[in-house]
């Protein structure tokens, strides 16, 4: 609900029903027959109303978030992948660092698949899919340090799928760490098969091509995923999670001003604004760009969260103003990190001991950490930081920290 400011006059007359059926009454039978209310009286009648009203609301929203997380999980199939729910965490050395903004990390580095990350709430819903389609092959697509390759890959472990993966070298980086360890390492573990592609390739449409061979040459069941799982049905996982937020601000008694994160393929977002329209809350959500301009990512979240609206059976709920990406932290470019990247990583590292990694949450904590500097994010306000994972791309990084 909007925060209202309501000023009532110092004193308002409520005029009882004995004063209107005499108009011959004198002024101290008026003053009898008035009732005078002061100005604190009357604000505590207000705001017990508003609270009631505000009370109302938030109930509303907890209501439609427990309805909407049944009505997923009996409409799509889903295979449990991830630890869920994800603690919320309260960072107080963090706040007080960045100025009494008071900051909560939602926990989705802790995930449990593969060292865990916000991938592992996406392959619930798509792994299940590939599952009844009879899919043999799981093909994805990645930058050479992706992490949705290596929960991927993970997922298919678990599950006794095999997993061929394309890597895209989008940093053209020749350094042996970034290129063999990390996730790349952790691929290979998993028993993942792998091809590498040059940067600046449609990666879809190369990931189709081969999964066509596949099929043809092979006689292969392939199911296909779309880079990061951002599509419809992945988006699905971050819905949830808008579901399962809702309940733990309600156990938690929080009123949440914002929700920020790294944005990226866009399914994280996307899902995010789809579930937050869902249960008509009003908290307001900022991504914090890694790859694209700003009017590409706004575009292509907003494209992919009115898909998934209508995968829920909600179209028309979210609206171009909702979806906002500030692409500021960029750097020089996606997986190269900048110097607000590496300070983020280090300041929640020292101060609150969460490791991020160097190519999606530490530019989205930058992010962070810059607009609380900047006021934006004021002192008191409660802000939710979505860590998204991916610290296990760090080995890949290690001369990033010389």
Known sequence: MSKMDMNPPPTLSLCSSESLSSSSSTASSEEANYKTVSSDHLSTMFGN?????????KSMI????????????????????????????????????????EIYVKRDDCTGLATGGNKARKLEWLMAEAMQQGAEYIMTQGATQSNHARQTA???AKLGKKCHILLEDR???????????????????FGATREKRSGGLDMNAELEAVAEKYRKEYGSKVYTIVGGGSNPTGALGYVNCVYELVQQFDEMNLDVDYICHA??????????????????????LM???????????EENVFNLAKRTAEKIAKPGIVERSDVVADCSYVGEGYGIPAESTIEAIRMFAELEGLLLDPVYSAKGAAGLIDYCRRGIFKKGQKIVFLHTGGNAALHGYINSFK
Do not use: M, W
């Open 49 to 57: 109303k508003l609270k009631t009203a505000a009370g109302s609301h």
């Open 62 to 101: 907890v209501q439609a978030a427990r309805k909407g997380q049944k009505e997923l999980n009996d409409k799509f199939p889903r295979i449990r992948l991830a630890q869920l729910p994800t603690p919320l965490e309260f960072c107080p050395r963090l706040s007080e660092a960045l100025g009494g903004v």
């Open 154 to 156: 993970a997922a298919c």
């Open 171 to 189: 940093t053209g980086s020749k350094d042996v760490n970034y290129n063999e360890n990390g996730n790349v390492l952790l691929d290979d573990l």
């Open 263 to 284: 944005t990226g393929s866009a399914g994280t977002q996307a899902g995010l604004v789809t579930g937050l329209k869902a249960v008509g809350s009003d908290i307001a």
């Open 287 to 297: 991504g914090f760009g890694v790859r694209a301009p700003k009017e590409k990512q």
